[in-house]
């Protein structure tokens, strides 16, 4: 028992350090890309430096190792135990009567956790970067006007309304919407206030209405109820819960929160009415990242263990690097179902490495005991 631990320990020290020099490598070789990618958007714009592009590239590289790190786990695990297979030491392990599942439990817990570091260290330290890149992005290379002009500059949402009925809604909807600093300015407001049957109790017009201060403060206000005349009531509070920072976010990529912050902005974005079908998906992503690095670890385990004496090195690494992109494939394409509503968020995310895992136990089942 106490040589199998050894043994592992040993292979896990190989395989943590070939996965994080691939990890290392790729990273670099895909901020190169996006490099090169950012250098010809700045060469139309004269006010853009060098200094800007590296930083912005910079920035993204945490998102980019986040991205890459199962593929890591992948490629370096099928560098290390190739290695180790060439050099007969896996073989003499074997035949020392040492089972593949001893010496690789500890190898395959390093691999889920390094998903967990990634998950619950690495995403909020790329979300924060990657939401400053975009930023950065949008100002000095797209001019897009930010985030809010993705939807036409339009706003819709939803929240809870206690002024006229105790379990009321209020649906809010401005067609034109700009950040003030800390405040959002949102022009030609209509204010639809239901109650809990979602029977319409009234409707507020304006002109112009700011979010700050935990209300809406609509200017030239009017109210309109069923079976009355328009009532002018001037400035008119609606309280609200939301921020100016909440309300951008809500437009912004997943990817700029975190794992720690998504539950609560999740609950913010149903109770507000936006769609947080995106969001629950990333959430579910980065829960199943773990289980995913677990899961590419076996496959490479599965795919580079066998003896090597006649050839087929080649064959046998394409194979692996092969299933890697296919799992990669199904869990893009669960991922689309996903945000379309087909398929939930928790399936979507979780059924591609919980399918590569059964994938890999029967491999290296048929490996070692068939």
């Known amino acids: ?87 007969s030491e ?37 979300s924060v970067m990657f939401a400053r890149a975009s ?12 985030p809010l002009a993705l939807s036409g500059g339009q706003l819709w949402l939803r929240q809870a309304d206690r002024g006229l009925d105790p379990q009321g809604v209020a649906i809010i909807h401005a067609r034109r919407v700009a950040l003030e ?67 951008e976010e809500s437009f912004q990529s997943p990817d700029t929160l975190s794992l720690w912050t998504l539950p609560g902005f ?4 149903e109770s507000a009415g936006f769609s947080s079908v995106r969001h629950r998906l990333h959430y579910q992503s980065l829960l199943a990242l773990p289980l995913l690095c677990g899961t590419m670890a076996l496959v490479a385990a599965g795919f580079s263990m066998r003896q090597t004496r006649r050839g087929g090195v080649a064959r046998m690494v394409g194979s692996g690097v092969a299933a890697g992109f296919a799992l990669f494939t199904i869990s893009k394409v669960a991922e689309e179902f996903g945000q379309s509503g087909v398929l ?8 591609p490495a919980a399918a590569g895992l059964m994938f890999a136990v029967s491999l290296l089942i048929h490996l070692e005991d068939g």
């Open 1 to 87: 028992m106490r040589f199998a631990l050894t043994l592992s320990l040993y292979i896990a020290r190989q395989f943590i350090a070939a996965a994080l020099a691939m990890l290392a490598a790729l990273s670099m070789l895909v901020m190169l890309f996006d490099f090169i990618e950012l250098l010809r958007r700045a060469a139309l714009r004269t006010d853009v430096g060098f200094g800007l592009v590296v930083g912005i590239a910079l920035l993204r590289l945490p998102y980019y190792m986040l991205q890459i790190l199962p593929f890591a786990v992948l490629l370096g695990g099928i560098i290390a135990f190739w290695r180790l297979t060439r050099s």
């Open 90 to 126: 896996l073989i003499v392990a074997r035949a020392a009567g040492v089972s593949a599942w001893q010496f690789l439990s500890v190898p395959v817990a390093g691999a889920v956790g390094l998903g967990v570091l990634a998950s619950g260290a690495l995403s909020p330290l790329s």
């Open 135 to 146: 930023a950065l992005d949008n100002i000095y290379l797209r001019q897009t006007g930010g």
């Open 181 to 247: 600093g800390a405040l959002v300015g949102v022009a030609d407001v209509s204010v639809f206030r239901l109650n809990a049957t979602d029977h319409l109790l009234s409707r507020v017009e304006a002109g112009h209405a700011t979010l700050g201060d935990g209300a809406w403060t609509m200017d030239g206000a009017r109210t309109i109820t069923p079976d009355h005349l328009p009532v002018d009531v001037g400035t008119f509070r609606l309280p609200t819960d939301l921020t100016a920072r909440r309300v």
């Open 266 to 269: 999740i609950r913010l974005l």
């Open 344 to 351: 939930p968020a928790v399936l979507a995310a979780w059924a």
